[in-house]
C-alpha cells in the first residue's frame, strides 16, 4: 500500500537557525500531502497540505512543496522559535483506501533557546 | 467551535481486561475516525465511519475490537480481551465528508495501558 517515509531521529536545533524535515512517499495514484503537528500536551493538528504536483502548502512560516519527480514533501522554516518545538508527521491520503491517512513515524523536534 | 472530544483521557487495565473510548465529533461532519498510535510510531487508522456506516475497516483487529457510531454522531471503540501490544494512544478524528484533500481534525486521544 501506500506508504511515507521519515528522516530518522529527533531534531536539535538552535533559536533562529534553518529546519528542514524530509519526507518522501510511495503511492500508486495521486494522493494529497500533509503535515500535521503535535505539539506537547496537544491532540494532532494540521500544519499545512498540498493536494497536486507543484503546489506549495504553507502556514505558521512553514513550507513543502509537492515534488512528483522525486516523490517528496520536505517540511521547511527559515528561522525557528522554541515554540516550535514539537512533534512533525509527515502523511498522506491513499486514494485506493478510500482516503485514509497514511502517517511516517514522526519527527521530534526540539528547539533551544 | 468545540473540538474533537475524547473520554477517559488516560486508561490502565490489565491484559484481559475489557475498555471503552467514547469520542464525540466536531458537529456536523459526517466522517469520523479511530487511529492507534503505538510509541514512536505514526498514527495508524483502526476504522472510518460515513455517518452511522463502516466505511474502511480493513485494519481493525475485529476477533478483539469493535466500534459503532450510533446515530452517526458519538462513537464507541472497545477492546475485549486486551493485549499488552494494545497499549498506545488511541485517537479520533473527524471531518466533513471524508474526501481525500479535506482536513481531518484530531481530539487529544486516550493513552492506554495494559499490564
Known amino acids: 500500500g501506500d506508504s511515507v517515509t521519515q528522516m530518522e531521529g529527533p531534531v536539535t536545533l538552535s533559536e533562529e537557525a534553518f529546519l528542514t524535515i524530509n519526507c518522501t512517499y510511495t503511492a500508486t495514484g495521486y494522493p494529497s500531502l500533509f503535515w500535521y503537528v503535535q505539539y506537547p500536551g496537544e491532540g494532532l493538528q494540521l500544519l499545512l497540505k498540498a493536494t497536486k504536483a507543484d503546489d506549495k502548502g504553507s502556514n505558521k512560516g512553514f513550507e513543502a512543496t509537492y515534488r512528483k519527480e522525486t516523490t517528496s514533501f520536505h517540511l521547511e522554516k527559515g528561522s525557528v522559535q522554541v515554540s516550535d518545538s514539537a512533534v512533525y508527521f509527515c502523511a498522506l491520503s491513499e486514494v485506493q483506501g478510500n482516503n485514509r491517512l497514511a502517517f511516517g513515524k514522526g519527527n521530534q523536534v526540539v528547539v533551544i533557546p | 467551535e468545540a473540538g474533537v472530544a475524547q473520554s477517559p483521557r488516560y486508561k490502565i487495565i490489565e491484559k484481559r481486561q475489557s475498555v471503552a473510548f467514547w469520542c464525540n465529533p466536531i458537529?456536523?461532519?459526517?466522517?469520523l475516525y479511530w487511529y492507534q498510535q503505538i510509541l514512536g510510531q505514526g498514527p495508524k487508522l483502526l476504522i472510518q465511519?460515513?455517518?452511522?456506516?463502516?466505511?474502511?475497516d480493513s485494519q481493525l483487529p475485529k476477533d478483539r475490537f469493535s466500534a459503532e457510531r450510533l446515530k452517526g454522531v458519538d462513537s464507541t471503540l472497545k477492546i475485549q480481551p486486551a493485549k499488552l501490544e494494545d497499549s498506545a494512544v488511541y485517537l479520533c478524528?473527524?471531518?466533513?465528508?471524508?474526501?481525500?484533500?479535506?482536513?481531518?481534525?484530531f481530539g487529544p486521544g486516550t493513552r492506554l495501558l495494559v499490564l
Open positions: 478524528a473527524s471531518s466533513l465528508d471524508g474526501t481525500g484533500y479535506e482536513t481531518q481534525y
Open positions: 465511519f460515513q455517518n452511522n456506516g463502516v466505511v474502511d
Open positions: 458537529s456536523g461532519h459526517a466522517t
